[in-house]
């Protein structure tokens, strides 16, 4: 069955970066994208990105570009999320999700990256 | 960018009462809209795809609706376990924008 699973709950300083994994399986990881979306406490979601688990090509979120790089591992089916600069702003739980028929199928259960002095 | 606007923000309905929630994109996105519902705690769950594709294993209680920039999510009978949040999204262009949710709320 298809699983993405995320790296565990980080707590990061304001300024510091954080490194988000999403590990694939129980499909071709090459055939499909991932995306990134995340979401503050009690607000909505917000798509962060795209990342063609193919060939690497990448479609970033205007209000990230700069401190967001999304990779992938094809050896070991991950896709990463790295993102720099961090303020506070950025607390939310970040989910990674598989993207089909340019919709997001199957979802990470969540990462919650907390940036707090 | 295309912005997604989805009304209302949160409904208040009885089991087995028939629940619409709209979306409208600022722009024509075609078929290019998904549904997504999610619980607390929990990570969204995809619905509906293609505007009216149901997902698999998902409810024949939902449906999706509409082409360009109106679109709608129905539930024919809410259940208990329907009680949630509801998001759309396009995916029409980037950035692939969602709306901004609908609290299906017990009454």
């Known amino acids: 069955q298809v699983q993405l699973v995320q790296s565990g709950a980080e707590v990061k300083k304001p300024g510091a970066s954080v490194k988000v994994s999403c590990k694939a399986s129980?499909?071709?990881?090459?055939?499909?994208?991932i995306s990134w979306v995340r979401q503050a406490p009690g607000q909505g979601l917000e798509w962060m990105g795209w990342?063609?688990?193919?060939?690497?090509?990448?479609n970033y979120a205007q209000k990230l570009q700069g401190r967001v790089t999304m990779t992938t591992d094809t050896s070991t089916s991950t896709a990463y999320m790295e993102l720099r600069s961090l303020r506070s702003d950025d607390t939310a739980v970040y989910y990674c999700?598989?993207?089909?028929?340019?919709?997001?199928?199957?979802w990470g259960q969540g990462t919650l990256v907390t940036v707090s002095s | 960018d295309i912005q997604m606007t989805q009304s209302p923000s949160s409904v208040s309905a009885s089991v087995g009462d028939r629940v619409t929630i709209t979306c409208r994109a600022s722009?024509?996105?075609?078929?290019?809209l998904a549904w997504y519902q999610q619980k607390p705690g929990k990570a969204p769950k995809l619905l509906i795809y293609?505007?009216?594709s149901l997902q698999s294993g998902v409810p024949s209680r939902f449906s999706g609706s509409g082409s360009g920039t109106d679109f709608t999510l129905t539930i024919s009978s809410l259940q208990p376990e329907d009680f949630a949040t509801y998001y759309c999204?396009?995916?029409?262009?980037?950035?692939?924008?969602f709306g901004g949710g609908t609290k299906v709320e017990i009454k």
């Open positions: 999700a598989r993207v089909h028929s340019s919709s997001f199928d199957y």
């Open positions: 129980g499909y071709t990881f090459t055939s499909y994208g």
């Open positions: 990342i063609s688990a193919y060939n690497g090509n990448t």
């Open positions: 999204q396009q995916a029409n262009s980037f950035p692939h924008t």
């Open positions: 293609a505007a009216s």
């Open positions: 722009q024509g996105i075609s078929s290019w």
